[in-house]
């Protein structure tokens, strides 16, 4: 049997013989697939429950599924999540994975357990080309866009991580946010096929108000998000200026502030539900943007503007010259959004015993790989535990 139209587009660009990893494919896509093989399109939603409910990739254990069908599926298609090669557990029950992915590139992916949520901050590219000053992933360049099932297979390998597939043990996930390595926007199609996952009930269900996209202003691919997502929406704003965001966030010289905080504010005001706000995010770095000025200068901005203000005190990392700023002066810039009347929370500081800037713990697992191969013999203590 030759390969139907929709065996090769799932394919995508992976080439006319690779299998389909259906670990990424929407129900929709699901249902066309199985429809080509002359299926009906319930196996599709089975399909998903299998993959996404009870953590199955092999094909031979969906018992409900004919001899047969299984090894059609088994010549055309896989269910492969990404590979973890390294893991840290923080103090404070911080879990953090270094992630490997087709072609041996790294990301990043960290659940911060609170309560009774759990916040999965998942990547969407290897490295980011957008090279924002204060940011770890930026220094190290672009290497290429996540597919589907590799930024859906993040939240696959939480899951996993905690055996708790059909285990009985709660979610482990309750939260996304699209806020690791990569701008979401410039991998368009395949965030967004990965988000619909993420809310599908079929898969992990979790609720549109709980999977965050966060942009640094990619403006034309955030007035299309509006036309085929209803996530949630963070802006890395981190400035109340062009000026001083023009050096920060460097792609705010083809997308300034006004232009920005316009197309958000329009996918804002096409949600059906009118409660929605903007997370504006800033990440508060000493000396550079966290005078009380500036805090002045960022409520005059928003001043009637629908959001919430999030504070991100700096993390530093090896290559930064950048420092956190003290306690006094997140409480300061605090205070004068809060004396505005602006909803502001403080983001605690998480896993700071494990690296908790984005993108260190790849650099730690590329770093190791380099210096194994000067150093082979040697025992250095290493900061990660491999697992591969
Ligand atoms: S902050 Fe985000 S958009 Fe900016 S360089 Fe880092 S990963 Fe890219």
Redesign the pocket.
């Known amino acids: 049997m030759s390969d139907s139209e929709a065996v090769q587009e799932a394919r995508g660009d992976m080439g006319a013989t690779a299998p389909i990893n259906l670990l990424g494919l929407p129900l929709a896509r699901m249902q066309i697939l199985f429809a080509e093989l002359g299926e009906k399109p319930f196996r599709a939603q089975q399909m998903l429950k299998w993959i996404h409910h009870a953590g199955v990739t092999d094909f031979n254990e969906m018992t409900n599924f004919s001899v047969a069908l299984r090894q059609r599926l088994s010549e055309i298609a896989e269910i492969r999540p990404p590979e973890i090669v390294a893991q840290q557990d923080s103090v404070d029950g911080t879990r953090k994975w270094a992630v490997r992915v087709e072609g041996g590139g790294l990301v990043e992916t960290v659940l911060i357990p609170d309560g009774q949520r759990a916040t999965l901050c998942v990547s969407s590219q290897v490295g980011?080309s957008?090279?924002?000053s204060f940011?770890s992933?930026?220094k190290q360049g672009f290497q290429r866009d996540l597919t589907a099932a590799e930024i859906v297979g993040q939240v696959w390998l939480a899951i996993n991580s905690y055996d708790a597939f059909q285990s009985g043990k709660g979610r482990v996930v309750t939260n996304v946010v699209m806020m690791g390595?990569?701008?979401p926007l410039l991998n368009f199609d395949n965030v967004v096929d990965a988000m619909d996952l993420m809310m599908e009930d079929l898969a992990y269900g979790i609720s549109k108000r709980r999977v965050t996209l966060s942009t640094?202003g990619v403006v034309p691919a955030l007035d299309r998000l509006a036309d085929v997502s209803d996530v949630s929406l963070a802006i890395?704003l981190h400035a109340p200026n062009d000026e001083l965001r023009n050096q920060l966030?460097p792609i705010n010289r083809r997308y300034p502030i006004s232009m920005l905080l316009d197309s958000a504010r329009r996918y804002i005001d096409s949600r059906s539900d009118k409660k929605r706000v903007v997370t504006i995010e800033y990440t508060l770095i000493a000396g550079v943007n966290d005078s009380t000025e500036l805090a002045a200068e960022l409520a005059e901005l928003l001043q009637g503007y629908p959001c919430k203000i999030n504070l991100i005190p700096f993390n530093p990392f090896s290559q930064s010259d950048y420092t956190r700023p003290s306690g006094n002066a997140v409480s300061r810039f605090w205070q004068v959004l809060v004396d505005r009347g602006f909803i502001v929370t403080v983001r605690t500081t998480r896993g700071d015993d494990i690296d908790a800037a984005?993108g260190q713990l790849v650099g730690d697992v590329v770093d190791r790989t380099r210096r194994s191969a000067r150093y082979r013999d040697s025992h250095k203590p290493q900061p990660v535990k491999m697992l591969g």
Do not use: I, P, Q, Y
């Open positions: 980011c957008l090279d924002c940011c992933t930026g390595m990569g701008e640094s890395s966030v984005c």
